[in-house]
């Protein structure tokens, strides 16, 4: 049967545009297939060429530049210096053992290393380059690169490394970096870290100090770059590479320079002092000796070096500034004398006599005079030192007010620095005993807190913190990094501790009587210039109390002791006393009396840091002035500003 016209028509219509769809899509097809075929046979005929010979394309990170560290005049202190390294990869290499044997022919490399190296090696992904060798020198990688056809899978590269320019002097404050290790991936402020970067074999983060605290803002980003290499493992050519982002520059509060001479002062003792400057709680030095190289543990720090460290009787590796707790024995008697008039149980021209002991029940404590001080009020009590008066007014005042003023001068408080180990100290009260000794308090307890003795603990750094906030009434914060790439972090001055001014005074006057009256216990450490005198507090602490089969056998004096039974000196002060601007804080390890060895250095740590250099003489007592020149002319020998010092390990 004939279809009608009109159907005929539609159905040619519907015919061609199917038609017309097919073959454009065709054409397209086509077309596609073309322009590919054109960019793989010109565009990338290359690329292809090279994986035809069995080349291949690899993806390597890029370690991004640490950030450096520098003092608060701008001197860097942890610096980044050009490092030589051979690297390898298992995966190119094939036969690790005949590369490495093939290596050795060509470079001195120690079978030491290479025995840790394969052991890496094996740990590790076949495809992580790992560092063969480092700190090699420019002759030996272009020896390297010279052989590459005959060390399938090694490669000499460039990178950066740590070096601290002034050596040991800064060792306990910045600290140091070391290649990750297992355990730091699995404890500490690493462990929840998934940077890929902490993968690279040998790849260093901060061990302890800043570098440690800070090792986020100071790592920086990792940055990536395609390599071509071909079969044997040879680098043929970097394709592109995309820059990783450095990290962040951070500027102490320490002056790098003072913080050289505080540790040049303290060489030969064991000891630690710290430097507050009282306008802003920077802490312009904090120094522990003896002390040790951080440069030794960036490059591999060697059995015998780190057995000398570790076995050390005077502890170089410990950061005795901050993390040594001691009793503080007389420097204590402030605290216990302001707990004392905020809480008016005593006034200041109240006496108490002293015959050289106080009984309390059947225990008898003794003055440090053993002759007694006879009659004697407040400002004697502090600048003489007296025992027997802080034995009585401490049972008046009680030890938890003694404690809540300690506690608010900074002792057995943890003040947040970023450093190792910062020490919380202790100001015990009745609750403390009871929770953690599950005893009562007793009133012997309090005699013994009363003169910084007991169970009482003080660091270095919180003796700063206290005498800082009793020279300025106020709540002193220890500040250590000044600025983040640039941006300054809060001042730590503080608000007002809300202390009587009255009270305050008093103190201050006695602490100035220390240092400046004939009968002063610090007299003879004395500051003789013009509008730099110092207030300060001596302090001994015992160890130990001489038994009386010691006595009996001859033993009656601190010295005739073995070095580590004998007491600790302390010393702290503030100057100038008419417009303070540094606190600071000596405790001398088993030194004897504070008088004798404590307030000496401190006295010239007080000096140097008032005067931003080497002070005059003319700043000395005449009788002390040939002695200090000659020590001045030790320590400039010892001590050159602004670049590398000496190692004091």
């Not at 990290?247 to 002062?265: C, E, F, M, P, W």
């Not at 000796?289 to 460290?309: E, H, Q, Y």
């Not at 580590?564 to 088993?590: G, K, S």
């Not at 000096?607 to 007592?621: E, F, I, N, R, V």
Request: net charge negative.
């Amino acid at each position: 049967m004939k279809r009608p016209a009109k159907d005929q028509a539609f159905s040619e219509r519907m015919i061609s545009r199917r038609a017309l769809l097919l073959g454009s899509a065709q054409v397209g097809f086509v077309g596609l297939l073309g322009w590919r075929m054109q960019s793989m046979q010109v565009e990338q005929a290359d690329q292809f060429r090279l994986l035809a010979e069995e080349n291949r394309v690899n993806i390597r990170l890029l370690p991004p530049s640490r950030g450096l560290i520098f003092d608060i005049n701008g001197q860097p202190i942890a610096d980044n210096e050009q490092n030589y390294r051979v690297v390898m990869v298992r995966e190119d290499a094939g036969d690790v053992e005949a590369v490495l044997a093939k290596l050795t022919e060509i470079v001195d490399i120690p079978d030491e290393t290479i025995a840790r190296a394969v052991e890496e090696i094996n740990r590790r992904s076949p495809f992580v380059p790992v560092t063969i060798a480092d700190r090699l020198a420019w002759d030996d990688v272009a020896q390297i690169n010279v052989n590459a056809p005959a060390l399938p899978g090694i490669s000499a590269e460039v990178g950066l490394s740590r070096v601290y320019p002034f050596g040991a002097d800064l060792s306990h404050v910045v600290g140091y970096v070391g290649p990750v290790s297992d355990y730091d991936l699995s404890q500490g402020y690493l462990s929840e870290d998934n940077d890929p970067l902490l993968q690279i074999p040998k790849f260093q983060v901060g061990k302890t100090g800043v570098e440690a605290k800070e090792e986020q803002i100071l790592r920086g980003s990792a940055g990536t770059k395609r390599i071509e290499v071909n079969a044997l493992g040879r680098v043929m050519r970097e394709l592109d590479r995309a820059e990783g982002e450095s990290g962040k520059d951070i500027q102490l509060t320490i002056d790098a320079d003072l913080q050289s001479y505080v540790q040049a002062r303290l060489n030969g003792e064991s000891a630690g002092a710290v430097v507050i400057d009282l306008e802003n709680g920077d802490l312009r030095a904090i120094a522990s000796a003896p002390t040790f190289d951080p440069n030794l543990f960036v490059r591999g720090i060697s059995t015998k070096d780190w057995r000398d460290l570790n076995e050390n009787k005077y502890r170089p590796l410990a950061a005795k500034a901050v993390q040594g707790t001691y009793p503080p024995g007389s420097t204590f008697k402030m605290i216990t004398a302001l707990a004392a008039l905020e809480d008016g149980v005593v006034d200041a021209e109240e006496t108490v006599y002293c015959p050289g002991f106080t009984d309390v029940f059947s225990t008898r404590f003794h003055c440090w005079k053993r002759a007694g001080h006879g009659n004697i009020n407040l400002h004697e009590s502090l600048k003489q030192s007296c025992d027997c008066y802080y034995y009585d007014i401490s049972q008046r005042v009680g030890i938890d007010k003694m404690a809540a003023m300690a506690r608010k001068l900074g002792l057995g408080v943890r003040h947040d620095l970023p450093l190792s180990a910062v020490a919380s100290g202790l100001a015990p009260d009745k609750d403390w005993k009871k929770r953690v000794r599950n005893e009562d308090w007793r009133i012997g307890d309090t005699v013994n807190a009363s003169i910084g003795q007991g169970y009482v603990l003080a660091s270095p750094l919180q003796l700063a913190v206290m005498t800082a906030r009793i020279a300025t009434g106020r709540e002193v914060t220890p500040r250590l990094i000044k600025s983040i790439d640039g941006i300054e972090t809060p001042s730590g001055l503080g608000e007002s501790l809300g202390l009587n001014e009255n009270s305050l005074r008093r103190i201050r006057a006695s602490m100035v009587d220390v240092s400046n009256h004939r009968r002063g216990t610090a007299y003879g450490s004395r500051i003789v210039a013009d509008g730099m005198q110092m207030a300060g507090k001596t302090g001994t602490s015992q160890v130990r109390r001489i038994t009386e089969e010691e006595r009996a056998n001859g033993v009656t004096k601190n010295e005739d002791l073995p070095w580590e039974r004998r007491d600790h000196a302390l010393f702290v002060d503030f100057a100038p006393v008419e417009n303070p601007r540094f606190a600071i804080a000596v405790v001398v390890e088993h030194g004897g009396g504070g008088s004798r060895a404590a307030a000496p250095i401190a006295r010239d740590i007080t000096l140097q840091a008032l005067y931003g250099g080497t002070p005059p003489l003319d700043a000395y007592p005449t009788a002390a002035r040939p002695e200090i020149e000659e020590q001045q002319r030790r320590i400039r020998d010892f001590v050159v500003p602004g670049r590398k010092t000496q190692d004091r390990a």
